[in-house]
Nanobody
Framework: VQLQASGGGLVQAGGSLRLSCRAS????????VDWYRQAPGKERELTAT???????NYTDSVKGRFTTSRDNTRNMVYLHMNSLKPEDTAVYYC?????????YGQGTLVTVSS
């Protein structure tokens, strides 16, 4: 399993970013993909989920602001982040649970300035 997140950067509060996750090494189309984030000094938390059928779920703190989508033809998952807040500052990871093991890709840092 290989996962590579990209698209992070520095943005002002209220701004937007789109993260991308490129996946390979497994049957992407039938797998749920999760987005996790880890803020400085905090535990990693599940942020968003997209199922193989496109169903989505979000942690309460990002509902209405974040949207995840996927392109099965390109093995890509996206996290669209709007109305960003300083508390969204974190390293963001895409992740899958495959063959009994959770795998995380290399994360991408999002920094939101106030």
């Amino acid at each position: 399993v290989q996962l590579q997140a990209s698209g992070g950067g520095l943005v002002q509060a209220g701004g937007s970013l789109r993260l991308s996750c490129r996946a390979s090494g497994f049957n992407f189309r039938i797998n749920t993909v999760d987005w996790y984030r880890q803020a400085p000094g905090k535990e990693r938390e599940l942020t968003a989920t997209i199922t193989s059928g496109g169903g989505t779920n979000y942690t309460d703190s990002v509902k209405g602001r974040f949207t995840t989508s996927r392109d099965n033809t390109r093995n890509m998952v996206y996290l669209h982040m709007n109305s960003l807040k300083p508390e969204d500052t974190a390293v963001y990871y895409c992740s899958v649970f495959y063959r009994g093991r959770r795998s995380y890709g290399q994360g991408t840092l999002v920094t939101v300035s106030s």
